[in-house]
Nanobody, 120 residues
Framework: QVQVVESGGGLVQPGGSLRLSCKFS????????MAWYRQAPGKQRELVAT???????KTEDSLKGRFTISTDNGQNTVFLQMNSLRLDDTAVYYC??????????????WGQGIQVTVAS
C-alpha cells in the first residue's frame, strides 16, 4: 500500500507564487523518477517537470524560468515551486513517481490532484 499526499494548492493572484508538495509513503522500495503533471479544463494532461538522479531536474520549455522541481529523497517528497503565475497556469496538478514496490515490482504512483487557481 502506497499513500500519496499532495498539498500547497489554492488561489493565487497573477504574478504570485505557490509551492506544491507531494509525499509518497508506504510500501516503497525505491523511487527513481518523480514528476509533476497538470490538466486544465478542456485540455490534455501535460508534463510540467521531472527529476531523477540520472537526469537531474528538468522543467518543460514553456515553463522554464517560472517553475522549478526539487526533491527530498529521504522523505520521497517532490516539490514544485511556481513563480510568476499566470491565468493559464490554472489547472489540477498531479504528482507522479516511478519506482519499485517492496515486492521489487515496477510501479507508478499518482496523486489525486490539487487545484491551482490563478485569478485576480
Amino acid at each position: 500500500q502506497v499513500q500519496v499526499v499532495e498539498s500547497g494548492g489554492g488561489l493565487v493572484q497573477p504574478g504570485g507564487s505557490l509551492r506544491l508538495s507531494c509525499k509518497f509513503s508506504g510500501s516503497i522500495f525505491a523511487v527513481n523518477v518523480m514528476a509533476w503533471y497538470r490538466q486544465a479544463p478542456g485540455k490534455q494532461r501535460e508534463l510540467v517537470a521531472t527529476v531523477s538522479s540520472s537526469t537531474g531536474a528538468k522543467t518543460e520549455d514553456s515553463l522554464k524560468g517560472r517553475f522549478t522541481i526539487s526533491t527530498d529523497n529521504g522523505q520521497n517528497t517532490v516539490f514544485l515551486q511556481m513563480n510568476s503565475l499566470r491565468l493559464d497556469d490554472t489547472a489540477v496538478y498531479y504528482c507522479n513517481a516511478e519506482g519499485l514496490h517492496t515486492n521489487i515490482r515496477r510501479a507508478t504512483w499518482w496523486g489525486q490532484g490539487i487545484q491551482v487557481t490563478v485569478a485576480s
